[in-house]
């Protein structure tokens, strides 16, 4: 099936930016089933990753049916880009997949500490798109009548927190009393030193004051949460208890960023309709992400170096039929 794509943007009027001068942005992307004599195309922007053909700006493809919407929440720091590979396969599948850029905890725009610190605003964000009618007619999609959620990294935390998930203590508050081996993710690495002058912007005050609210949404089914973080140590184990919807979880066996025999197990305990599958063969963090450009590999080589002997885009094929086979049997 063709893929379409689009881009958009809109806003949450129920939340400030983190400046406190504007409504909060959100800026979405979406991979979609078009027909197939729509031309697909290679974007010549300039990405860290390599980008897959899409038809840009194509109509949804006709169908009896309302597709499935899969909305999708990127890992810490990263872009909505970071996760073509799984949207552009999901879209393959017969899924609209929308993802959006996280305001603040996103390389679209400047890293902003609030961002990488309030976590929960991600949860929000997917709620808001959810809410705004925008880009169903940007896509001319009248009625959606399943929605799932899928996140990598802290995306995964983002996606937990809709159905239900609760935070206990934020990674990096003081009084939190699973101490972090790290003072802060590869993109912020002393993110915890940012905590005190915070204090002085109304707009963190009132997200730091709320951390501990409920964040789910009831139109999401289910839950994919790939390689999920050590923030998700955080939540309250009362929360993840009664989480009453399907959980699939996804980690690799080489993964020191987000170690599964740490985040994954925690979570499979605790969540009574969880599944959870390590990846073997060497798998890593950052083997979630999309291949490589020339441009990504010479600026950040690290993301794209996967065990010898390892096909990242096998891994994003199995990843991505694992998923449309569970959203399908939800």
């Known amino acids: 099936m063709q893929v ?3 881009t958009g943007a809109c806003v949450d009027p129920h939340r400030l930016n983190w400046d406190g001068t504007a409504a909060r942005p959100l800026a979405w992307v979406a991979w979609y089933p078009t027909d197939e004599n729509w031309v697909a195309k290679v974007t010549s922007e300039k990405s860290w990753f390599r980008k897959e053909p899409v038809a ?5 493809a006709r169908s009896q049916r309302p597709f499935p ?3 999708l929440s990127h890992g810490s720091g990263a872009t909505a880009d970071a996760l ?3 949207g552009f396969r999901l879209a393959q599948r017969g899924f609209v997949a929308l993802a959006v850029n996280h305001h603040g905890h996103t390389g679209s725009e400047p890293y902003r500490a609030e961002g990488f610190l309030c976590m929960w605003e991600r949860a929000s964000d997917l709620s808001a798109i959810l809410d705004d009618p925008g880009w169903q007619r940007s896509l001319e999609i009248e009625t959606i009548d399943q929605v799932f959620a899928a996140g990598f990294s802290a995306g995964a935390y983002t996606a937990l927190l809709l159905v239900g998930a609760r935070v206990a203590f934020s990674q990096f508050e003081p009084g939190n009393p699973e101490k972090s081996p790290i003072r802060g993710p590869r993109e912020f690495p002393n993110l915890v030193n940012e905590l005190p002058r915070l204090y002085e912007n109304p707009v963190f005050r009132i997200s730091w004051g709320r951390r501990r609210s409920d964040f789910s949404d009831l139109r ?4 994919l949460a790939i390689a999920p973080g050590r923030s998700v140590l955080g939540f309250s184990q009362d929360s993840l208890r009664s989480i009453s919807r399907p959980v699939y979880l996804i980690g690799g066996d080489r993964d020191t960023v987000a170690p599964p025999e740490q985040c994954c197990t925690w979570l499979s305990d605790n969540i009574p309709r969880c599944s959870s599958e390590i990846l073997g063969g060497g798998v890593g963090h950052y083997t979630f992400l999309p291949e490589g450009s020339a441009i990504g590999q010479e600026a950040a080589p690290e993301l794209f170096l996967d065990k010898e002997g390892l096909d990242r885009t096998s891994v994003h094929d199995e990843v991505a039929v694992k998923a449309a086979e569970f959203f399908a049997n939800a």
């Open 69 to 71: 919407l899969v909305v």
């Open 4 to 6: 379409g794509f689009k």
């Open 84 to 86: 073509e590979w799984l």
């Open 56 to 60: 840009f700006n194509a109509p949804v």
């Open 220 to 223: 999401i089914r289910t839950v």
